[in-house]
């Protein structure tokens, strides 16, 4: 009978630590409390010529660095050959300032599709003429008819929750 007590209380103990480690009190993440990791991705078919999206807006939280990528035509798909030939990717605060981040180094060289390219880029605040402050991705057509081919743009973005924009718009 003491047999069977102490593997009862070791099945016991064994089932309690196996639903402890199952279940961890606090989320698992690689940010910290302050920040919150977002992500969007969208078809932008018929997207009128000289059209904006307001792909994300952030407003009053300020994104920290974010990492975007497109699809779009292109003369040439080689890596760093060409910028992408309708789609531009404006980043900053919109009424503010907005500047375009996607050129020909963002060119991937990635293709399954003729005249079809991936271009991606990470961006960090400040850096490499990136505003101070961002709050918005924004997507221009610069081309001269709507989208109407497989045109995608996502993004992922480290946003600051901890603090607010004092110039927000």
Do not use: W
Request: hydrophobic share 45%; net charge negative.
């Amino acid at each position: 009978m003491n047999h069977q007590k102490y593997l009862m209380f070791f099945l016991v103990a064994f089932a309690l630590s196996a639903v402890a480690i199952a279940y961890p009190t606090k989320k698992a993440s690689a940010h910290s409390d302050d920040t919150q990791f977002i992500a969007e991705s969208s078809l932008l078919a018929g997207l009128a010529p000289s059209a904006v999206f307001p792909f994300i807006d952030t407003t009053p939280h300020k994104i920290a660095q974010a990492h975007i990528a497109i699809t779009d035509s292109a003369s040439d798909c080689h890596p760093g050959a060409t910028a992408p030939d309708n789609i531009k990717i404006l980043v900053g605060q919109a009424g503010v300032a907005l500047v375009s981040v996607m050129d020909k180094t963002t060119n991937t060289g990635i293709s399954t599709t003729p005249s079809q390219c991936v271009f991606h880029v990470t961006i960090n605040v400040g850096q490499a003429g990136v505003p101070a402050t961002v709050t918005d991705i924004v997507v221009l057509n610069g081309g001269s008819s709507a989208l109407t081919g497989i045109n995608t743009v996502t993004a992922s973005a480290t946003v600051r929750v901890d603090n607010f924009a004092s110039d927000s718009h």
